[in-house]
């Protein structure tokens, strides 16, 4: 038997060990002694699933990656981004050392790290002395680990005063936020993936998890399969690769979907479908921005909503009949779980929309069971772990405090060892406004890490106009060259996963490790060791010792394991003790023993060693609940920090559409998303030769009768103006998106083919997310098929 | 030369249609399955690009719903990558000037 063989049989036991089969010729003992000489346990690094996986390392190198059959994530499956991204470990495109220019229409140069951390040090000492603390800023990333985002806002607000702190879960993820604290009281889901495999009834709405989250559709696809009685209701105004799954697909006119939410409600409560005991148990209905109301109130405020008026205003095909049968569906199944993503969240009412999909599971009691859950999907590997547990955003602090509550301020502070008042009380810019504050020059310095807000901004080119001011310094950390970089002056060439030691924090509350396992190539750092050196320049630079009193506890810690361990033992044992999420069980020492990770609330390491909890709130199950429940005869103990009243809260919330509609000048709704080989703004899978041969450029879909009226045919290259921009793709005509509706995959980095000088910079007034997810354009044909190539940037 | 280990999810009443033309396909190995409709076959392709096509051909046959990646082994394909022998993207437009 040849190596190849080796190979081919370890690959056939793999993939046999999934579905439990035993395979003949005792392929066991042979896969033993084949291909990789060491397998690395970690996380995957392209989305917030957080397949666990292993990096087989050959002779040092990278050579392949496998799921783990046991893993309680994705029981083994990874999808074609997560199975090959370890090519990018090595690529010849990386950025190897940092570069600097003092104008943006210079070319770069090479400098040392010294030379650029000097620099890094006086452009943020200097805006502070010429402009004030809020005149900097930092814009991170949801692909950061804990340790980097932690460190990095620590600096920012102990450090030089600001909370000037944002990330792109901002654009993704805070709507969500905004609705489980206004609902439940709490960030982040009560349940886990673990109830996909207990649920009996599956509500997907705004989310194509079929491409954004492969990996947890395999599980429904798998649930479904094996128990062909699930139903799986979809609700989305396109057909996508999701609604395959689905029994009953409701395609509705875009934004209408906060009517078809009521309209379930009226629905379950007018067949007295509801959970009446649960309801008095554990819920208050509220109005407006919190008064209290009774149910009568809140059921008549439904009456706006009867099947009958609602498919008027949905339209599609909304009919009273689908409305019925989708609210019974959800009450009636012994396990009802919802999931969504950017459909709901990337929208002016987003956090509203939230409320109601968790209305629905208050209303029924489809919650705290096995099978039940209102889950919402995440779109990045440490949004969760990172930037909403982590304080990654201008109102958070890390342990989920708001910065405007003076106590939890100062418990900061105080674990920080800084004097109090240190940090500001008042949140710092959101992204849209950090942007804005760009463009108007009164943000002088920002520091962009892991992200590249200059294609991922919605109206694009109106903030890239800001970025590309000479008085406004821009400074990215990256692995790559983005269309961010490309309007930055200093750029610090970092560490990528595998390549660093840290902390992510998936969708259901899991701490994952992944240690380092190779080098960095040529003069590429991790994030915490930049971090830490630029802030003991800034000390001397501003002559303040409490900017250097924030990385003290790491000065001298080598940056690939003792500095993040270092700086994760500080965050957890000192800033989740007492908090929702208490991590202060996780330590590296049980994680590495843990590479499924830990869920958490996870006081004690005994406690974590288990797993952690699977499901909060519910006494037997999680630690806090039993502590808190002080003679409570309930089952369930909601002792989110947002509800000092312990409730679930059931919002009235009216139906409000998109804030740009069609009109005549723009009759045409656009929305956009992801595709399943492509990841964010493909800085990273555009350079995966497989993944970028599949979908090398982005299109725009048509539905055929639209397409029919307008003289489209299939691969005619098609123009999309907005009142913002426009931009150009070859058509595909499908029964995807809705009569009226056109949609585009967002990933492409080329200039004829960014979606996002299109896309709509509305935003959520509650969650100051972004409605990326509808505004109005207009379409024509341009020409018939043209021949396209792939674009990545470069240096 | 990439080698991939895939768990194929088929209807289980269809398992000899299946079967019959993945038996056909060169590339294809199949090693075994549950009768509950999984079944397990290795990859063994030229290019990378290749087995996404072996794939597409896959996922057409009547009765397979879905063809699922667990494993994927192209150490030779990192090696050359490393080599310089194989770029993996490369730059397509004119660089835009700021």
Same mark, same amino acid.
């Given at each position: 038997?040849?190596?190849?063989?080796?190979?081919?049989?370890?690959?056939?036991?793999?993939?046999?060990?999934?579905?439990?089969?035993?395979?003949?010729?005792?392929?066991?003992?042979?896969?033993?002694?084949?291909?990789?000489e060491t397998?690395v346990?970690g996380t995957c690094r392209l989305?917030?699933?957080?397949?666990?996986?292993?990096l087989g390392l050959s002779k040092g190198k990278p050579v392949a990656l496998?799921?783990?059959?046991?893993?309680?994530?994705?029981?083994?499956?990874?999808?074609?981004k997560?199975?090959l991204f370890y090519q990018l470990i090595g690529h010849p495109d990386r950025l190897t050392q940092p570069l600097y220019r003092a104008r943006k229409d210079q070319p770069f140069q090479a400098i040392s790290w010294e030379q650029a951390l000097d620099i890094a040090a006086r452009e943020f000492a200097g805006a502070?002395?010429?402009?004030?603390?809020?005149?900097v800023a930092y814009y991170g990333s949801g692909q950061c680990l804990t340790e980097e985002t932690y460190l990095f806002q620590k600096v920012m607000?102990?450090g030089l005063?600001?909370?000037?702190v944002?990330g792109n879960?901002?654009?993704?993820?805070?709507?969500?936020?905004?609705?489980?604290?206004?609902?439940?009281?709490?960030?982040?889901?009560?349940?886990?993936?673990?109830?996909?495999?207990?649920?009996?009834?599956?509500?997907?709405?705004?989310?194509?998890?079929?491409?954004?989250?492969?990996?947890?559709?395999?599980?429904?696809?798998?649930?479904?399969?094996?128990?062909?009685?699930?139903?799986?209701?979809?609700?989305?105004?396109?057909?996508?690769?999701?609604?395959?799954?689905?029994?009953?697909?409701?395609?509705?006119?875009?934004?209408?979907?906060?009517?078809?939410?009521?309209?379930?409600?009226?629905?379950?409560?007018?067949?007295?479908?509801?959970?009446?005991?649960?309801?008095?148990?554990?819920?208050?209905?509220?109005?407006?921005?919190?008064?209290?109301?009774?149910?009568?109130?809140?059921?008549?405020?439904?009456?706006?909503?009867?099947?009958?008026?609602?498919?008027?205003?949905?339209?599609?095909?909304?009919?009273?009949?689908?409305?019925?049968?989708?609210?019974?569906?959800?009450?009636?199944?012994?396990?009802?779980?919802?999931?969504?993503?950017?459909?709901?969240?990337?929208?002016?009412?987003?956090?509203?929309?939230?409320?109601?999909?968790?209305?629905?599971?208050?209303?029924?009691?489809?919650?705290?069971?096995?099978?039940?859950?209102?889950?919402?999907?995440?779109?990045q590997p440490n949004?969760?772990?990172g930037?909403?547990?982590g304080?990654g955003?201008?109102?958070?602090?890390?342990?989920?405090?708001?910065?405007?509550?003076?106590?939890?301020?100062?418990?900061?502070?105080?674990?920080?060892?800084?004097?109090?008042?240190?940090?500001?009380?008042?949140?710092?810019?959101?992204?849209?406004?950090?942007?804005?504050?760009?463009?108007?020059?009164?943000?002088k310095a920002i520091w962009i890490n892991c992200t590249s807000p200059a294609q991922s901004?919605?109206?694009?080119?109106?903030?890239?106009?800001?970025l590309r001011?000479d008085?406004v310094f821009v400074l990215c950390t990256d692995i790559f060259p983005t269309r961010t970089t490309e309007l930055a002056n200093l750029i610090l060439p970092t560490a990528f996963h595998f390549e660093k030691t840290g902390v992510y924090?998936?969708?259901?509350?899991?701490?994952?490790l992944t240690p380092k396992a190779v080098d960095a190539p040529g003069q590429a750092k991790p994030e915490v060791w930049i971090v830490r050196e630029w802030a003991q320049r800034l000390a001397k630079e501003l002559?303040?010792?409490?900017i250097a009193?924030t990385v003290e506890p790491f000065a001298g810690l080598e940056p690939d394991a003792a500095l993040p361990e270092a700086i994760w033992?500080e965050?957890?044992?000192?800033?989740?003790?007492?908090?929702?999420?208490?991590?202060?069980?996780?330590?590296y020492?049980?994680?590495?023993?843990?590479?499924?990770?830990?869920?958490?609330?996870?006081?004690?390491?005994?406690?974590?060693?288990?797993?952690?909890?699977?499901?909060?709130?519910?006494?037997?199950?999680?630690?806090?609940?039993?502590?808190?429940?002080?003679?409570?005869?309930?089952?369930?103990?909601?002792?989110?920090?947002?509800?000092?009243?312990?409730?679930?809260?059931?919002?009235?919330?009216?139906?409000?559409?998109?804030?740009?509609?069609?009109?005549?000048?723009?009759?045409?709704?656009?929305?956009?998303?992801?595709?399943?080989?492509?990841w964010h703004t493909s800085s990273m899978t555009g350079r995966i030769p497989?993944?970028m041969?599949?979908?090398?450029?982005?299109?725009?879909?048509?539905?055929?009768?639209?397409?029919?009226?307008?003289?489209?045919?299939?691969?005619?290259?098609?123009?999309?103006?907005?009142?913002?921009?426009?931009?150009?793709?070859?058509?595909?005509?499908?029964?995807?998106?809705?009569?009226?509706?056109?949609?585009?995959?967002?990933?492409?980095m080329?200039?004829?083919?960014?979606?996002?000088?299109?896309?709509?910079?509305?935003?959520?007034?509650?969650?100051?997310?972004?409605?990326?997810?509808?505004?109005?354009?207009?379409?024509?044909?341009?020409?018939?098929?043209?021949?396209?190539?792939?674009f990545i940037v470069k240096l | 030369?990439?080698?991939?280990?895939?768990?194929? $999810?088929?209807?289980?009443?269809?398992?000899? *249609?299946?079967? =019959?033309?993945? @038996?056909?396909?060169?590339?294809?190995? &199949? %090693?075994?399955?549950?009768?509950?409709?999984?079944?397990?076959?290795?990859?063994?392709?030229?290019?990378? $690009?290749?087995?996404?096509?072996?794939?597409? *051909?896959?996922? =057409?046959?009547? @009765?397979?719903?879905?063809?699922?990646? &667990? %494993?994927?082994?192209a150490e030779?394909e990192v090696a050359s990558i490393a080599a310089g022998d194989y770029v993996p993207s490369r730059r397509?437009?004119?660089r835009r *000037?700021q």
């Open positions: 038997m040849d190596r190849r063989d080796f190979i081919k049989r370890t690959a056939a036991l793999t993939a046999a060990s999934y579905v439990g089969i035993n395979l003949p010729h005792g392929l066991g003992n042979l896969a033993q002694g084949a291909d990789a397998w346990a989305c917030g699933v957080g397949c666990r996986l292993e496998r799921g783990i059959a046991d893993s309680r994530t994705n029981l083994g499956y990874l999808c074609m997560g199975t502070v002395k010429a402009h004030g603390n809020d005149s607000r102990g005063q600001t909370n000037n944002e879960p901002r654009l993704c993820m805070a709507s969500a936020v905004g609705g489980y604290l206004s609902s439940f009281g709490a960030d982040e889901p009560i349940g886990s993936y673990a109830d996909i495999e207990k649920a009996e009834c599956f509500f997907l709405i705004g989310s194509n998890m079929a491409e954004a989250h492969p990996v947890v559709f395999r599980r429904l696809l798998k649930r479904k399969r094996e128990n062909p009685a699930v139903k799986v209701i979809n609700a989305d105004p396109r057909i996508s690769p999701t609604s395959r799954l689905a029994d009953l697909h409701l395609q509705f006119r875009p934004g209408t979907d906060l009517a078809l939410l009521n309209a379930m409600a009226w629905v379950i409560l007018e067949e007295k479908l509801h959970d009446p005991a649960f309801i008095d148990d554990y819920c208050v209905f509220k109005a407006g921005k919190g008064d209290t109301i009774d149910l009568a109130a809140f059921r008549a405020s439904l009456d706006a909503y009867t099947p009958e008026k609602t498919a008027a205003i949905c339209g599609g095909n909304i009919t009273p009949g689908v409305i019925r049968t989708a609210a019974r569906w959800f009450a009636r199944s012994a396990g009802t779980m919802s999931l969504w993503c950017m459909g709901i969240n990337q929208r002016r009412q987003g956090v509203w929309a939230n409320n109601l999909i968790h209305n629905l599971h208050l209303l029924t009691g489809q919650l705290c069971k096995p099978g039940a859950d209102s889950f919402s999907l995440t779109g949004a969760c772990g930037v909403r547990e304080g955003l201008c109102h958070i602090l890390p342990g989920h405090r708001p910065v405007v509550k003076d106590a939890l301020r100062h418990q900061v502070e105080d674990a920080w060892g800084i004097p109090r008042g240190r940090i500001p009380a008042k949140p710092g810019l959101h992204t849209m406004a950090m942007f804005q504050g760009v463009n108007e020059g009164k943000v901004l919605p109206n694009a080119d109106l903030y890239r106009k800001g001011r008085d924090g998936c969708t259901e509350r899991r701490s994952q002559g303040d010792p409490v009193r033992n965050y957890t044992q000192k800033l989740t003790g007492g908090r929702d999420n208490d991590l202060r069980g996780a330590t020492k049980v994680l590495r023993q843990m590479p499924d990770g830990v869920q958490w609330p996870a006081p004690t390491e005994a406690y974590a060693l288990t797993g952690g909890t699977v499901r909060k709130f519910v006494r037997g199950l999680d630690p806090i609940a039993d502590e808190e429940a002080k003679g409570s005869d309930k089952p369930f103990i909601f002792y989110g920090p947002a509800h000092a009243d312990r409730k679930l809260y059931i919002w009235q919330r009216k139906y409000v559409g998109a804030a740009e509609e069609p009109d005549q000048d723009y009759p045409v709704y656009l929305s956009n998303g992801r595709i399943v080989d492509h497989a993944l041969r599949a979908n090398p450029y982005a299109y725009i879909e048509i539905n055929p009768k639209d397409a029919a009226r307008l003289g489209i045919a299939p691969n005619d290259m098609v123009e999309v103006e907005s009142r913002r921009g426009k931009t150009t793709f070859p058509a595909k005509v499908i029964e995807g998106p809705m009569e009226g509706m056109v949609f585009v995959y967002w990933h492409d080329d200039e004829e083919r960014m979606i996002n000088k299109v896309t709509m910079d509305a935003y959520d007034p509650g969650s100051k997310e972004p409605e990326f997810k509808i505004s109005a354009c207009r379409i024509r044909r341009v020409s018939g098929p043209k021949a396209l190539k792939p | 030369m990439p080698i991939g280990g895939f768990v194929i $999810q088929i209807d289980a009443a269809a398992r000899p *249609e299946v079967l =019959a033309p993945l @038996g056909k396909m060169p590339e294809v190995e &199949v %090693y075994g399955d549950d009768g509950k409709g999984n079944l397990v076959a290795v990859l063994d392709c030229d290019t990378s $690009q290749r087995m996404e096509k072996v794939v597409e *051909e896959i996922a =057409a046959v009547g @009765g397979v719903f879905n063809v699922g990646l &667990v %494993y994927i082994h030779d397509t437009h004119p *000037e």
